[in-house]
């Protein structure tokens, strides 16, 4: 019953998820702002990995950050603006994930382990050693996973608005708000606004399959609820990490954050008031400038 349950709510929220980056796919494709010409006309290139290939975008100079995108989207749903701030520091590597795109597709019974040991293979393609890693959502339970999996490849680790794999996640209301798709508060719109044309700017992309979606909700399913290996051991991550939402986060309670603060020793919890699950796009500078400093001091 309870995975049941939770398989309703992953649906709820995978649905949710994904309403910045389709809104955008509709939107007239506004001028470059400022600073963002570099990342959306960054050529897509494909990695040959022992897991078969893996379509990415490289931008910045740097220490290597590795970014792994949530529920349903591809790289492009990545707010250029966010990742211009990271790429001023870092050597910022962008993918789709499986079966998106250029990515080869997992089995349909992969789990959010499976996805970390591709962005394993990813790592180890591209030769980067042991890089920065940061997810966000499904994303960031794969950050999680390939942390304890491969901790020699995670150097800092930055997990936004995520969820912890050990059974105790908070599920969101049935009823989360619908107002911005559940990634902003309500009155948030012109932030909601502004992330959508600024990811608009990349060229038109092929959306994520129905295939891959559907592997997504079972693989944060069968994560909230304990099955993933990796989920059950966060407490073992020893990676220096950053641990942030929004507040007002109506998909993933910030329960589930103040989860991960307690799991992982010695890790850092930031809240954003007044912001939802897409914090990260809506407080973009702020929030850049707050991982640049903590990868800075790790």
């Known amino acids: 019953m309870r995975a049941d349950r939770r398989r309703g709510c992953a649906l709820l929220l995978l649905a949710a998820l994904a309403s910045v980056a389709l809104a955008a796919c509709t939107s007239s494709p506004p001028k470059d702002a400022p600073g963002?010409?570099?990342?959306?006309?960054?050529?897509?290139?494909?990695?040959?990995?022992?897991?078969?290939?893996?379509?990415?975008?490289?931008?910045?100079?740097?220490?290597?950050?590795?970014?792994?995108?949530g529920y349903g989207l591809t790289m492009e749903g990545w707010d250029p603006r966010l990742v211009h701030a990271l790429a001023g520091h870092h050597r910022v590597v962008m993918f789709d994930n499986a079966g998106i795109g250029r990515t080869r597709q997992l089995p349909v019974t992969a789990s959010i382990d499976d996805m970390a040991d591709q962005t394993s293979a990813l790592i180890t393609a591209l030769r980067?050693?042991?890089?920065?890693?940061?997810?966000?959502s499904l994303g960031g339970a794969v950050a999680q996973a390939l942390a304890v999996r491969h901790p020699a490849q995670v150097r800092g680790l930055v997990l936004c608005a995520t969820f912890p794999g050990n059974t105790t996640d908070v599920?969101?209301?049935?009823?989360?708000?619908?107002?911005?798709?559940?990634?902003?508060?309500?009155?948030?719109?012109?932030?909601?606004?502004?992330?959508?044309?600024?990811?608009a700017e990349y060229p038109t992309t092929a959306r994520a399959p129905a295939l891959a979606k559907a592997q997504q909700v079972g693989a944060l399913s069968?994560?909230?609820?304990?099955?993933?290996?990796?989920?059950?051991?966060?407490?073992?991550?020893?990676?220096?990490?950053?641990?942030?939402?929004?507040?007002?986060d109506a998909l993933d309670p910030v329960g589930n954050g103040q989860t991960l603060h307690h799991l992982i020793r010695g890790s850092q919890l930031k809240l954003y008031p007044d912001a939802g699950h897409a914090f990260l796009f809506q407080d973009w500078s702020s929030f850049a400038a707050e991982v640049n400093r903590f990868l800075a001091a790790a």
């Open 171 to 199: 599920a969101a209301p049935a009823t989360a708000p619908p107002v911005n798709g559940g990634d902003f508060p309500a009155n948030q719109t012109g932030a909601y606004d502004a992330a959508k044309a600024a990811i």
């Open 36 to 69: 963002t010409a570099s990342v959306v006309s960054a050529p897509a290139r494909v990695a040959r990995t022992k897991l078969g290939p893996v379509g990415y975008r490289v931008v910045g100079t740097g220490p290597p950050l590795v970014l792994i995108m």
């Open 128 to 136: 980067l050693g042991r890089p920065d890693v940061l997810g966000w």
């Open 222 to 248: 069968d994560w909230n609820v304990g099955h993933d290996a990796a989920g059950l051991r966060t407490g073992q991550i020893t990676a220096r990490t950053l641990i942030a939402d929004g507040a007002e």
